[in-house]
Each structure stands twice: as C-alpha cells, then as structure tokens.
C-alpha cells in the first residue's frame, strides 16, 4: 500500500492535537517506511514559527508522545523537507503563500504532488479554511487526476443537523466526496477494525447474531479523566455531542450493520448508513430513552476531585452534560425488539470501553438458578481499550463430587497473542488517508443520519434547561436514573 508523493499540510499546527497525535503518527510512519519517498510536511497556524523552530517543536512533540523513541536518523529525513506557514485561517494572502509553497515544492521536485490538508483547528474557522482552499484553487488543483487533494477534518463534526448539513454543503463546493476524510479515531483503533473480522471472518457469531439470540448489546465508552484544561470547548459541547452522536454511534453501526457486500469503503459505509436510518427517534422526557448527568465532586484513582461546575472555565450554573445513556431500538428484521444500551461519561470509576453481547438464556429445564446453579447470560465483550481483547461468559461445573456451576469467563488478549506495540489509530487513519482509502471516515451522509437522531434530544435538553439533569459522584459508575432505563427491560448495567 504506498501513497503518491505528498505534502501534508496541518492547520492548527501548534495545537495540541498535533503534537500528541499527528506529528508523531507521521513520524511512526517514517519509521516504518510507510511515508512516500518525496514526502513534504507544513505547519500553518495563525503563530509565526520559524521552520527551524517547528521542526524543534516537532521533534519534542516524538520525544513527548510518540509510542516510539526519536531516532536521529529518521527523524532527519522528515525534518529536511518539513517547514511552516504562518498565516490567518481567514487571510486569502496567507492561503496564496501557501500554494507557492507548494509550488516550488513541485518545481524543485519536477512532479506534482498530492496535497493531503489536515484541517485540526477550532471548528469555528473549518468553513473559513475550505473557503480559502477553494479561493486560492488549492482544491480542485488536480481534480480528475490521481493526484487529486484530499482533505481531513477533525472533529466535531457540526453541533447538529444543520450545521452537520452546511458543514457537507461548504466541503461539497471544493471536493468530491471521496477527497473527504472525516475523522472519528475511533475507527483507527485495533479493535474496532478487528469487530469486522470477528463478526465475519468466524463461523459461530454470525448465525447467532440476531433478535433470536441476542437478547441486548451495551456499549460502555467510559473515561477516568475529568474535562482537565478543555473546560471551553467542552461547556459547548457535552458527552452527547463529544462521545456519542460519533464514536459510540460508530461501535454500534459496525456491531449491529449487515455484512457489507465487500470490504469497499463505499460497501461498508452504506451497510452502516442503512443501519442508522432503522433505528427508531429517541423519546426524550422522565419516561423516554436517555438519561443525562454530569459529575459531583468525588474520588478517582484514590484523589479527592472536584465535581464538574467547580472545574476550571466551566459556568458554576452550567447544564452541560458529562455524562449521557441512551436505549436504541433498531427497527429491522435483524434487530427488532433487541435493547441496545449506549452510555459514556466523564469521572467515571474506570477508563473502559467496550461492546456487550448478551445472549438469551437456554430453557432452564436441566439447570434451574439456585444455590447450586449460579448461572449467567452468556455474553461476549469486545475489549476496545485498555486489555484490547474478547471474551465471552460461559457457565462451568464447578469441580467436585456434587453438581454446582458457577459462571466462567473465556479470555483473548491482544498484547499476550501479538505484542504490545501496536500502531495508534492516528497512524492508520494519516496511511489511509494518504493513499486514498475512505473505509476508516465518516461519509456526509453517514453524519447527517446519526446527527438527525441527536438533534431532537439536543433541542430537548436546551429547552429543559437545568430540569433532568442528573449528577453522580466522580469515580462512580453513572447517576441512578441511568439504572432505571435499563430496569424497564429488567437489565443491569455491566461493571467492566
Ligand atoms: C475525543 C473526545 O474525541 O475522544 C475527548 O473529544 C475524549 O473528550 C477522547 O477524551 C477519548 O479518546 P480515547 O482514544 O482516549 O478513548
């Protein structure tokens, strides 16, 4: 798999983004002989940087994140063709210098090169960037060709429906669809690209992978840490818009979706657009399908923290949730009448996610539960992170003279069977992205179906203001109420 030559040019280089993940994912790749023989990096950001300076920026940023140390040597390599642009995203003169810069790239290497832009700003100037990209011809330079732009764009993804819409609206001016990378990260991740070649490459899930046999599935997408330094960005945004409208929507399209007639990104990407558009509005309200809360003050890793409304440039009043549940029906014949439970949360007792497959339970006319018949539901996990795994809840004999069970559980690690240095997601979704393969993006259309499921319960929340908002102590497993959406169905929330 090899891109063409390339420049990747990062907006928002100085952000924090860029050097946790990007510079050192790009600097993996290098590692691994993964980047283009003619590769050319450019920071551009509103902060005039020397290139020599970005170039040191980005070697601290290896040494600080990178899953691998900096090796002189490698590192040379990249930094002899990286530089930066310092410029307003707002300032058609900055854009201009930008395609010059890219034009005596061209002219020195006497080819054209791929322009890959990885926009990783604010997502107040996403639209002021396209714009420029499309004023200077920076988008349509090689339109038609193999040698087309392409674009990445970070998250969030709109706030609702219609900005979601007029988001797709702007990128369609410029680029064609397949010049758009969407990034959810979280299709990046091992064990998220492993969920396909578990369903279908393994003969004994996918019979049993149906409203016959399953009786619910739960994704957990729980974090330890708090809002930390993003108390801004996060005060606008809230677990709904953070986690759940994108990441823990994409865990359940590729849980639940039909097998895809291929592995094509277009094949994969329609099963999970059809998947989305099956699954029934949310009711919103004291009876209805989701529960919002946020933390109190309260205990992680053994620390006294503080509760959310007394964290660093958060309003003392705020009513933006860290933490949201949600029950899903999907309304197709693969699904109907299987409860699929959705939560994620900041502050809660532990960094865990993972999706549950509960099973329906075999007749109990040979094992009826008891004293000496503690039996479970089998249920497989899928570990997403951390002890990427599977593992499934069988029940077992106890050993002994007499007749007792007990329920087992049935393991699959991923660092004892492959080693720990696997690639981050980043690696992956810059590869991907360079070589022109969309399977690991968000299609237009796939965000605008998961948004127009939220934005209801988005309204909802903004009119209800302060009323239904729940808390629970940070370090904890989520507020109460969200026990009692489960207790309609008499399902419990897994501990994982
Ligand atoms: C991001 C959210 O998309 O995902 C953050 O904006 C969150 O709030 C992060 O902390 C979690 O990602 P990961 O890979 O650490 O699970």
Request: glycine share 8%; hydrophobic share 40%; no cysteine.
């Amino acid at each position: 798999r090899g891109a063409p030559p390339t420049v990747v040019v990062i907006f928002g280089a100085s952000g924090d983004l860029t050097a946790r993940k990007l510079i050192p994912a790009v600097y993996n790749l290098g590692l691994d002989s993964l980047l283009p023989t003619d590769f050319y990096l450019i920071g551009f950001g509103r902060k005039p940087i020397p290139d020599d300076e970005f170039r040191t920026l980005a070697a601290d940023a290896i040494k600080e994140f990178s899953r691998r140390e900096l090796q002189p040597e490698a590192w040379k390599r990249i930094a002899a063709n990286t530089s930066y642009v310092a410029g307003g995203y707002d300032d058609p003169d900055a854009f201009q210098r930008l395609k010059e810069h890219i034009d005596a790239i061209e002219k020195k290497l006497g080819r054209e090169v791929q322009s890959l832009f990885y926009i990783s700003t604010p997502p107040s100037v996403f639209t002021p960037i396209l714009e420029n990209l499309g004023a200077a011809g920076l988008a349509e330079k090689y339109a038609g060709q193999a040698l087309q732009s392409k674009v990445i764009i970070e998250k969030p993804f709109g706030r609702d429906l219609a900005s979601a819409q007029a988001l797709n609206g702007t990128l369609r001016k410029y680029f064609t669809e397949p010049q758009v990378f969407r990034i959810d990260h979280y299709l990046g991740k091992e064990t998220v690209q492993d969920l396909l070649v578990q369903r279908f490459s393994n003969a004994i899930f996918e019979p049993l992978w149906n409203r016959n046999f399953i009786s619910s599935v739960q994704i957990t997408v729980a974090e330890e840490v708090g809002v930390g330094s993003r108390g801004g960005y996060y005060e606008q945004s809230g677990a709904l818009r953070d986690m759940i409208q994108n990441h823990t929507m994409q865990l359940l399209a590729l849980t639940a979706m039909e097998p895809p007639v291929s592995l094509d990104a277009e094949a994969i990407r329609d099963e999970k657009v059809r998947l989305l558009r099956a699954i029934q509005p949310l009711r919103t309200g004291a009876e209805g399908d989701v529960v919002r809360a946020h933390y109190a003050a309260g205990m992680t890793g053994g620390k006294p923290v503080p509760g959310y409304r007394e964290e660093e440039g958060i309003n003392p009043d705020s009513a933006t949730e860290t933490y949201a549940a949600i029950r899903l029906s999907i309304n197709n014949w693969r699904w109907q009448g299987v409860p699929f439970y959705l939560r994620s949360g900041k502050r809660m007792a532990r960094r865990v996610s993972e999706i549950a497959v509960t099973f329906r339970r075999p007749p109990g006319t040979l094992f009826a539960e008891g004293d000496r018949f503690q039996l479970a539901s089998n249920t497989l996990s899928f570990q997403i992170q951390p002890d990427e795994g599977l593992s499934m809840i069988l029940n077992a004999k106890i050993p002994g003279l007499e007749t007792r069970t007990q329920p087992v559980k049935m393991n699959f690690r991923y660092s004892t069977t492959f080693g720990s240095n696997t690639p981050e997601a980043y690696e992956r979704l810059v590869l991907d992205a360079m070589i022109g393969d969309g399977t690991l993006f968000i299609r237009g259309d796939e965000t605008e179906q998961s948004w127009k499921i939220y934005t209801p319960v988005l309204e909802a929340w903004a009119a209800a203001g302060q009323q239904g908002l729940e808390s629970y102590p940070a370090g904890s497993w989520g507020p109460t109420a969200a026990e009692a959406l489960l207790a309609k169905n008499h399902d419990v929330w897994r501990q994982p």
